[in-house]
């Protein structure tokens, strides 16, 4: 009965430090690397809910105040260089409008079509440089579950080395390595789970986003097709 209180108290003293500071070199590395990782992710995730909040209000706002203009060059001159994707669509499709009606003759369909290929590659674009920090939560949520089983493994053979050792089976022996084991399952699961959900979610966000480009785009080539009629 001593015996077993002598081991609670044990236990109870098994504190996330200690489980570090008391676990093997290749736990060890296991966790700093997990903790590290987690780190990140949480940095990505909240820069990221900024970055993209940001970006959204502003152009709605961008888009209302163009959409109320009644000269787009002028719109563009002033505005057309602002650090927005809705006004990088906007430029890419005053570009090339530029560009295909410069000349004595307009191929109203060519020009069309030119476009709407220059506006949607500019939307890709644009999501394409949004995405690009998700891939390290992917990547995370994917990983690191794996990465703390490769620690709760090794912890468990640990626990199996040190029973040889001491040619003793008992819970004092084997658990040192088997807390090792879980705490570094533990920290994978803290990495990957916030990850995969601020993936799932800003993945979401940014097709949203997407969708509301090509929609602006459509609508300012719609705005041009009609031009095209009177060149």
């Known amino acids: 009965m001593i015996e077993n209180i002598g081991l609670a108290n044990d236990a109870v003293t098994l504190s996330p430090v200690k489980l570090f500071l008391e676990a093997d070199i290749i736990v060890k590395l296991v966790m700093i690397g997990l903790a590290l990782a987690s780190i990140w992710t949480w940095a990505i995730i909240i820069s990221f809910a900024m970055k993209i909040s940001k970006i959204r209000r502003r152009s709605d706002r961008y888009e209302d105040e163009f959409w109320r203009t009644e000269d787009i060059d002028a719109f563009h001159k002033t505005r057309g260089k602002e650090d927005l994707p809705s006004a990088r669509v906007l430029a890419s499709g005053v570009y090339e409008w530029r560009q295909s009606t410069g000349g004595t003759a307009v191929d109203r369909e060519g020009t069309r079509a030119r476009l709407a290929t220059a506006m949607n ?106 031009e095209l009629e009177n060149t």
């Open 121 to 226: 590659a500019a939307v890709t674009h644009e999501i394409d440089k949004l995405s690009d920090r998700l891939n390290f939560l992917a990547t995370v949520g994917s990983v690191a579950p794996f990465v703390g089983l490769f620690g709760t493994v090794w912890g468990i053979m640990r626990s199996f080395t040190a029973i040889a050792a001491e040619q003793n089976s008992s819970l004092a022996v084997v658990a040192p390595g088997i807390a090792e084991a879980l705490f570094a399952t533990a920290i994978g699961l803290f990495a990957a789970i916030p990850a995969v959900i601020a993936y799932n979610r800003f993945s979401h966000r940014l097709n949203k986003f997407e969708s509301h480009l090509f929609r602006f785009a459509d609508r300012f080539h719609g705005t041009l097709s009609r």
